[in-house]
């Protein structure tokens, strides 16, 4: 028997997924990139795009293979079970719990051929079996928390994902040393809500960071971090940690204090200011990253322009624009919403002041030296990879192979990276 993965979503997801196939490895089961007698999606539901793409990708599916079991799992049907055991091309259906123990279900739905919706309620303990470290990429991914639970009025992610869960320190480490020796240079550690890291044991993040570095790793780097999390005193713990890379994908999702109060996020714009330059007192040469949703429910030209102004102000490396989309369940869903056509014209206004900071980020850094980590090759005419603060570089007239760790100097900029030469 053959099988198939197909993760949609965020990083996590791609950590569940190396899980899943490990389990259908360790049950004779056999990896195929093309048609496979078992296709697994790993689904979001962060945004309505997410959830569509979810249903044409097993319509599709079912249609070019019709006679694979289609599995569907993951954090929509967790979220919206009825929606997803009724309207989804799914012969099997479950949420986020025990996608280690998928194997189990496509056996007996083999013995049965009986549609099994089986979502169970969340745990509010880590489950070690549904996360292994992603090694598929350059980078290794390593799931070091789980859950969240600050109820921002727009997001199902609590419903989907549970409350806040760690894995034990111990593991933290055992599984960066097995990433190492596998060959990388660079982990990546992520969760739900990364800085909650710790809560449930007595532990920080920054304790994770610390055990990480021990194994030897030369790069370290933090996915999505929420500001209110990013104390002075954890800052500065993590600014101790030499291996950690100088880049901070902070959370905004506006820069107007009224919305972020609808929103129920736990922190205003000065918060933030005072986050964003404590971190660049501590680390000089970092980027800020960030997030912004436009069109939350009920906001004012006013509200929008404030958030526009902030995010100039702040000098953001890279900004991600989404429009706001509704999700079912949530606070939001209920408010007065934002016209289509408004939030379109709005998402094309912030993207074009963030297409320019990038361009003055990146252009503060001609004539400034890094350490490039090289990807898999993209063209024949040049290698590329990604600095410590996550600059993508093009190195010209060089082949580097995948892994190398090279030490260059920016010489140009250009629309979405820069160049480097060998220094």
Do not use: W
């Amino acid at each position: 028997m053959t099988y198939k993965v197909i993760t949609l979503g965020c990083k996590l997801n791609f950590c569940e997924s190396a899980a899943i196939e490990k389990a259908f490895e360790e049950n004779g089961f056999t990896r195929s990139e093309d048609k496979a007698n078992v296709v697994v999606v790993n689904s979001c539901a962060v945004t309505s795009v997410a959830v569509a793409k979810a249903r044409h990708t097993l319509s599709r599916i079912k249609r070019e293979n019709p006679n694979c079991v289609a599995v569907l799992c993951g954090c929509f049907p967790q979220s919206y079970s009825e929606d997803a055991s009724l309207n989804f091309a799914a012969d099997i259906v479950t949420g986020n719990a025990d996608k280690s123990k998928l194997p189990e279900l496509v056996k007996e739905f083999l013995k049965t051929r009986v549609k099994t919706v089986k979502i169970k309620p969340l745990s509010r303990e880590y489950d070690v079996e549904s996360a292994v470290p992603d090694e598929d990429r350059t980078r290794a991914f390593i799931k070091i928390e789980d859950g969240c639970d600050r109820f921002c009025s727009y997001c199902i992610i609590p419903t989907a994902r549970g409350r806040v869960r760690s894995l034990p320190l111990e593991l933290v480490e055992e599984q960066a040393r097995k990433c190492v020796a596998d060959g990388h240079h660079e982990i990546v550690l992520t969760g739900i809500n990364l800085g909650c890291y710790g809560q449930d044991l007595g532990l920080r993040l920054s304790d994770a960071v610390s055990a990480v570095s021990k194994s030897g790793v030369e790069r370290i780097r933090l996915s999505s971090l929420e500001p209110e999390m990013m104390t002075d005193d954890e800052i500065t713990r993590l600014g101790e940690i030499k291996s950690l890379c100088p880049h901070f994908h902070l959370s905004l999702q506006s820069g107007s204090d009224t919305v972020l109060k609808r929103m129920n996020r736990k922190y205003n714009s000065e918060q933030y200011i005072h986050v964003v330059e404590f971190l660049r007192k501590k680390f000089p040469t970092c980027a800020i990253t960030t997030d912004i949703i436009v069109g939350f429910p009920g906001e004012t030209d006013e509200e929008f322009i404030q958030s526009v102004e902030f995010a100039r102000n702040m000098r953001f490396a890279k900004i991600h624009v989404f429009p706001y989309s509704l999700r079912k369940g949530t606070v939001a869903a209920e408010m007065q919403q934002v016209h289509p056509s408004i939030k379109s014209e709005r998402v094309e206004v912030l993207t074009a002041a963030a297409k320019k900071l990038e361009r003055e980020f990146y252009e503060s850094q001609i004539g400034t030296k890094h350490t490039v980590l090289i990807e898999k090759p993209q063209s024949k005419d040049y290698s590329h990879g990604f600095t410590e603060s996550y600059i993508p570089v093009r190195i010209y007239k060089e082949e580097l192979p995948r892994h190398t760790l090279a030490d260059v100097k920016i010489t140009e900029c250009r629309d979405g990276y820069c160049i480097g030469k060998i220094d």
